[in-house]
């Protein structure tokens, strides 16, 4: 598979704290593999522009339209509008954000043998964002947190679901409403050799089909297939004199398995670590590392049936050259 792209783009500032960035891009992808049952082509152009306009430092408001032409589809438009404000000097930074988005089904998805499916519609919907971003330091202290709010709504909604043949099927839903928030934060101690880093994250993501195509009311209202409303994860870095350990704990929620909700697989926590030294010569740089993943030895299932691998290592050396090249005089 091959893909050819003309790009172009300028910028054209109307003062220091204006401009507007004007664009175009094309590409041809070309495939000739087996898995595609014959040769395939396709030709996708767009055209975009993005007007910023930020006359004092505690502000900016962001404008943009992206116009998009796709072989075989129709036109789309693409607008997006964007907002932040410095609530507090430049730690608290509140945010705001609506566009359109446009979405081509995948040669894979349209064409892949078995399974593609070349009667799908293209994706498109509104997407809604509002939130909190906040960055501080104290002394060796760096923190860093953000809280993210979105909903969106979705036409045609493309969606893997598997078969009654044994392989998977990408489908158009008609509608799906999605909506959720996100947390994230961390804080970092550095000390001279010694540095340590905690992060954590939450992410609640609830996707619902709000229409289908089919006359089947009782997966209205029902939450997608394999998408979890709840995934968590946090991590400790601890680096010292070259070397590094770092510990992670993930969650991932229960995931619906069927599109009527009935059946499900459980959620899962997983634990992994990860230990390394870094010793740095001249002109090469040789990082010793070693893994152990779901330390717990937790059994637990990302498809009906199909158990996940329990307690399991990895270790290896990895080389990097630094070695500058110069010019010749």
Do not use: C
């Amino acid at each position: 598979m091959s893909t050819t792209t003309l790009q172009a783009e300028n910028t054209f500032w109307m003062r220091n704290y204006m401009y507007l960035k004007v664009g175009g891009e094309g590409q041809f992808f070309t495939a000739d593999i087996v898995d595609y049952n014959g040769y395939k082509t396709e030709w996708r152009a767009s055209a975009m522009a993005i007007f910023r306009y930020e006359p004092i430092k505690r502000y900016t408001l962001m404008a943009g339209y992206r116009h998009i032409v796709v072989q075989g589809f129709k036109t789309a438009a693409a607008p997006s509008f964007g907002a932040t404000y410095r609530l507090v000097k430049n730690n608290l930074l509140a945010k705001l954000g609506v566009s359109r988005s446009f979405r081509v089904p995948t040669l894979n998805e349209r064409y892949w043998v078995p399974g593609g499916n070349p009667d799908l519609k293209a994706e498109g919907g509104w997407n809604y964002e509002a939130g909190l971003a906040y960055n501080g330091k104290s002394k060796n202290w760096k923190f860093t947190g953000e809280v993210t709010g979105f909903a969106m709504q979705i036409n045609n909604w493309l969606q893997w679901q598997p078969t009654n043949f044994g392989y998977w099927m990408p489908q158009n839903l008609k509608q799906v409403l999605s909506r959720g928030a996100e947390v994230t934060g961390s804080a970092a101690y550095s000390l001279k050799t010694f540095n340590i880093k905690i992060d954590a994250a939450y992410a609640l993501a609830i996707a619902t089909n709000k229409e289908t195509y089919a006359n089947l009311p009782e997966i209205v209202g029902k939450d997608l297939i394999y998408t979890p409303s709840n995934v968590a994860s946090g991590g400790v870095t601890v680096g010292y004199k070259g070397f590094s350990l770092f510990a992670n704990v993930q969650y991932t929620g229960l995931r619906y398995t069927t599109t009527d909700n009935l059946q499900s697989v459980d959620g899962y926590w997983l634990l992994n670590t990860r230990l390394s030294k870094t010793i740095n010569l001249k002109n090469i740089s040789i990082d010793v590392w070693a893994q152990a993943y779901n330390i717990t030895n937790n059994s637990y299932f990302n498809l009906p049936y199909r158990p996940m691998p329990l307690r399991n290592y990895r270790a290896g050396i990895t080389l990097g050259f630094n070695k500058s090249l110069k010019n010749n005089k």
